[in-house]
């Protein structure tokens, strides 16, 4: 089976696939979305926290999410087309 693309090469000098975008793209969602839980928490506990801080958290935690469903969303409609194409 051939190997995928590569795109151009990452920081770390390995090349860049869709993949490695992905897995990137939500492991960043995840680290937003528990760093907004963190927030979240210690605000309820009563420590000092700013509540704009703690709103800002979960709005790009929430963004993050979003840009992450899109893609998916995306990636499944161009693989349902091209399943459609007729042979």
Do not use: C, W
């Amino acid at each position: 089976m051939p190997k995928a693309p590569a795109g151009p090469p990452a920081p770390g000098g390995q090349p860049t696939t869709f993949a490695g975008l992905l897995r990137d793209a939500v492991s960043q969602a995840n680290r937003l979305e528990l760093q907004a839980q963190d927030l979240d928490a210690r605000l309820a506990l009563g420590e000092p926290v700013d509540l704009h801080k703690v709103v800002i958290a979960s709005e790009q935690a929430a963004l993050a999410l979003d840009l992450v469903v899109q893609v998916r969303n995306r990636a499944i409609e161009a693989y349902q087309e091209i399943m459609r194409m007729p042979l």
